[in-house]
């Protein structure tokens, strides 16, 4: 039995035999081959990269149809007006326009969702072509003010005299990947409530309070400080250390604590391999934060976990790169924000690696270390106090002091993991209560878990958990 692969039996979007045609021609085309080379690397590029998008929106992946349309969106009409020049007597544009519009129509028509199927009709159109389709949509819709002696660029094709629902379609879109970019902060049972229920940490607690809690809580006091003492409320706060030792956990605090919402950029959505496009992801992450301030009437909580993957240290003297215009970008929103009503909460496992530009521009600088023997004994106490049977270990001080000891070198996440682990072993021992005992075995075989703190400190700085003016 012959097995015909799937491939050669793909029968949707581009034109097969056009593209066939204008790929062989450039494989024998005679004169700049290196240019001719690179057109037919890109157009085989785009092809392939429209098949995954299709076969990604087939499988319903939305996650891959966002990443493929968005490439193919920007590289296939560069490409179309490169060969639609370069072979004239193959009306290239023309012929995968036609290609295209005969996908949506009339078994396919265009629907009130603006897809990508729409905005690469929009974009191959020329501008003839443009405002006579803009002029019928606007008949349709009995709206009679187009200019048709305006100059149609390929930005305006994007964003004016579009028909309402387009528009209206193309508005929502960007109000999506704005609501995409942030995800606001929803308390689980495991979420911390407060202050109090975070173990140890007073000197953190008691500067987060006096700086930001108390200017939200007590404003004419706060505006009293500031014209008698210059205190004024920090632009931000940028807390930082080795994993797993807090850093998430105490911006959940303050949030909690203080009643104020907080909203996390996300930075897998934030980073792009397009140029300028990163920043651009953490500026419209900003304006949206800001909106949601200006509609409550109240401030917002703006954390940026992972600053360091946001953008690297810059080279002296280097200007026009991404890292710069990312590092204008963030200092101009930490800068900004506080007159803004938005509270930048910054976070890096890397404090070295971070832009020395931002680094200063935080007033505060936190460091979370790897937590003293009075917080790993309040951590446990809240660990083991979540599961019944670790309550009587955890209100004997003399029992839980020996855990203490045992633990010592080791995170706040760290103690969870170990926690667990010891629990596992008093179950496995005919459900007894959780002793002290139960942590060497699990101590031991981690001691791999354990990290070099003086890597993620900041130069100069003493390895204490705390507040570092």
Same mark, same amino acid.
């Given at each position: 039995m012959?097995?015909?692969s ?6 949707f ?6 593209n ?29 990269t ?10 319903k992946?939305?996650?891959l ?7 193919f969106i920007?590289i296939?009409?560069?490409i179309t ?8 007597q ?9 290609t ?5 129509s ?8 603006y897809?990508?199927k729409?905005?690469i009709i929009d974009?191959?159109m020329?501008e ?5 389709? @803009? ?6 819709? =009995?709206?009679d003010n187009?200019?048709?002696? #305006? /100059?149609?660029?390929? +930005? &305006? ?15 929502n879109?960007?109000?999506k990947?704005?609501?995409e970019?942030?995800?606001k ?6 979420s ?8 140890g940490m007073?000197d953190?607690?008691e500067?987060?309070?006096d ?6 809580y007590?404003?004419e006091?706060a ?12 632009r ?9 030792c807090?850093?998430?956990a ?5 949030? @909690?604590?203080s009643?104020?919402p907080?909203? =996390?950029?996300?930075?897998s959505?934030?980073g #792009? /391999?397009?140029?300028? +496009? &990163?920043?651009n ?6 304006e949206?934060?800001?909106k ?5 009437g ?16 810059r ?13 204008s ?6 800068e900004?924000?506080?007159?803004r009503?938005?509270i930048?909460?910054?976070a890096?496992?890397?404090?070295d690696?971070l ?12 460091y ?5 023997d009075?917080?790993?004994k309040?951590?446990l106490k ?6 019944t049977?670790g ?7 003399? +029992? ?5 000891k ?29 002793m002290?005992?139960?942590?060497i ?29």
């Open positions: 012959r097995i015909q799937i491939n050669n039996t793909v029968n979007g581009y034109n097969k035999q056009l066939d045609t204008v790929n062989k021609k450039l494989e024998k085309a005679k004169g700049n081959k290196e240019l001719a080379k690179t057109l037919l690397e890109m157009n085989r590029f785009a092809n392939a429209e098949d995954k998008l299709r076969q990604a929106e087939k499988n992946n939305q996650q149809v966002d990443i493929y349309s968005n490439i920007n296939k009409p560069t007006e490169v060969l639609d020049k370069r072979f004239p193959l009306k290239y544009r023309e012929t995968e326009l036609s295209y519009r005969k996908e949506l009339p078994k396919n028509p265009k629907s009130e969702e897809t990508w729409d905005e974009e191959l020329d003839e072509e443009f405002k006579a389709v @803009m002029q019928e949509e606007m008949r349709m819709h =009995n709206i187009i200019d048709t002696n #305006s /100059k149609i660029t390929p +930005e &305006s094709k994007k964003t004016s005299n579009q028909s309402p629902q387009v528009q209206k379609n193309k508005n879109k960007q109000v990947k704005q609501a970019l942030l995800e902060f929803t308390p689980t049972e495991y911390p409530t407060g202050f109090s229920s975070l173990g007073d953190v607690k500067a987060l309070f700086k930001v809690i108390y200017p939200l007590y404003p006091n505006k009293l400080d500031e014209i008698e003492y210059g205190k004024k409320t920090p931000g706060e940028l807390f930082y250390g080795p994993p797993g807090g850093k998430t105490i911006m959940q605090a303050l949030a @909690m604590e009643g104020i907080l909203y =996390n950029l996300k930075i959505k934030a #792009s /391999k397009y140029v300028n +496009e &990163s920043a992801n953490v500026q419209q992450a900003y949206q934060a800001v949601i301030a200006e509609e409550s109240k401030p917002v909580f703006l954390a940026m976990d992972e600053m360091e993957s946001l953008t690297s240290k080279k002296g003297g280097e200007t026009g790169s991404e890292d710069d215009k990312m590092v970008t963030l200092l101009q929103i930490i900004e924000a506080r007159g009503n938005v930048i909460l910054g890096t496992n890397c404090f690696q832009d020395d530009a931002i680094k200063s521009r935080f007033e505060d600088k936190i979370i270390g790897l937590p003293d009075e917080t790993r309040a951590v809240v660990l083991l106090k979540r599961r049977k309550v009587a270990l955890a209100d004997n001080d003399e +029992e839980l002091a020996k855990v203490v045992l633990t010592n070198g080791f995170s706040n996440r760290d103690l969870t993991i170990l926690t667990d682990k010891a629990s596992l072993i008093a179950r496995k021992d005919n459900r007894r209560d959780i002290a005992s139960d942590f075995q699990p101590v031991n075989e981690n001691q791999n878990m354990k990290v070099k703190e003086r890597e993620y400190m900041a130069r100069q700085t003493r390895p204490t958990v705390g507040f570092n003016k």
